[in-house]
């Protein structure tokens, strides 16, 4: 089982439209959580940290559910510039990091 | 926001020759980068965690000696794929962070390498 699961999608999402999708990690010990948005042949960018609480960053909500051991990642009105493949960073409690092989998003006009 | 620069972005390379790619932390200070190998459709492999004044701490089924990698400063971390044959051909990317945890990375941004 891989450490770090994401559906790879392609979630195809009218514009205008929300999207969600998990990610499941294997690691309870697991301390720290984000979203990075990768766009084709192109370096990471950090989208959002995700925070036990949950946390919001205009239309982006991100949720962790820690007894489940997934986080979750919500794009409300997509626009055609989310249009990317969103990978999913979980941190152990010895900082290394492990990713998700990335789920893809696709909106369309 | 924290800056790290890679280059080269692409790099064709004959079989059997090495490859140089660099990554500099243009804005902060990274006692530790680390070096990262994607295949198409798959996630960022961590290949090697890159310690400035000591030696490279290599994943599980990362040749060292394949991979070599350098850290001589503060600002810059370079790895060096020896021997480049067809199947190291994939998209290399480096990252650091300034702060005292890996958290919040900054990547470069990445490097094509293509072996013929």
Known sequence: RKEVEQDPGPFNVPEGATVAFNCTYSNSASQSFFWYRQDCRKEPKLLMSVYSSGNEDGRFTAQLNRASQYISLLIRDSKLSDSATYLCVVTASWGKLQFGAGTQVVVTP | ?116
């Not at chain 2, 961590?46 to 599980?60: C, H, I, P, R, V």
């Not at chain 2, 480096?94 to 990445?110: I, T």
């Open chain 2, 1 to 116: 926001g924290a800056v790290v620069s890679q280059h080269p972005s692409w790099v064709i390379c004959k079989s059997g020759t090495s490859v140089k790619i660099e990554c500099r932390s243009l804005d902060f200070q990274a006692t530790t980068m680390f070096w990262y190998r994607q295949f198409p459709k798959q996630s960022l492999m961590l290949m090697a965690t890159s310690n400035e004044g000591s030696k490279a701490t290599y994943e599980q089924g990362v040749e060292k000696d394949k991979f070599l990698i350098n850290h001589a400063s503060l600002t810059l971390s370079t790895l060096t794929v020896t021997s480049a044959h067809p199947e190291d051909s994939s998209f290399y990317i480096c990252s650091a962070s300034p702060g005292q945890f890996n958290e919040k990375l900054f990547f470069g941004s990445g490097t094509q390498l293509s072996v013929l």
